[in-house]
């Protein structure tokens, strides 16, 4: 999960850790959790080399405020670093989910 040029989640999820695969957090019928509703919700986004059943998950809050999407509130396995809050543009957020949603070529390393 790239912010910012950055990867979030390999830094909170410490060496051998992992982020959600690709058909979970994009998956075909669009209705990606990654997505954002006027409600909160609370999105895993990672877990530890252990599994998250042992030490934890990487998960963060996202929500929309009116223009703004934010990430925040994150939970971070074991003594891994908590990334900070992340404010977004909700419609360019919006067309970034759809985008990536859509966009199936990394199906051909998964087959």
């Known amino acids: 999960m790239w912010i910012d040029g950055e990867d979030a989640v390999a830094g909170a999820v410490g060496e ?3 982020g959600p695969f690709a ?3 994009l998956p075909a019928n669009g209705h990606s959790p990654l997505r ?3 409600g909160e919700r609370r999105v895993v986004l990672g877990e530890p080399e252990c ?12 929500q929309r405020h009116g223009g703004i999407l934010e990430w925040s509130d994150w939970q971070a ?5 908590r990334p900070p809050a992340f404010h977004f ?10 985008r990536a949603s859509a966009d199936r070529s990394w199906q051909v390393f998964t087959e």
């Open 51 to 62: 599994t998250g059943g042992c030490c934890g998950y990487l998960s963060v809050f996202v």
């Open 77 to 81: 396995p074991g003594d891994e670093a």
């Open 89 to 98: 543009d909700a419609d360019q957020y919006d067309a970034e989910v759809a």
């Open 36 to 38: 954002a509703t006027g």
């Open 23 to 25: 058909e979970e957090a």
């Open 16 to 18: 051998g850790g992992r």
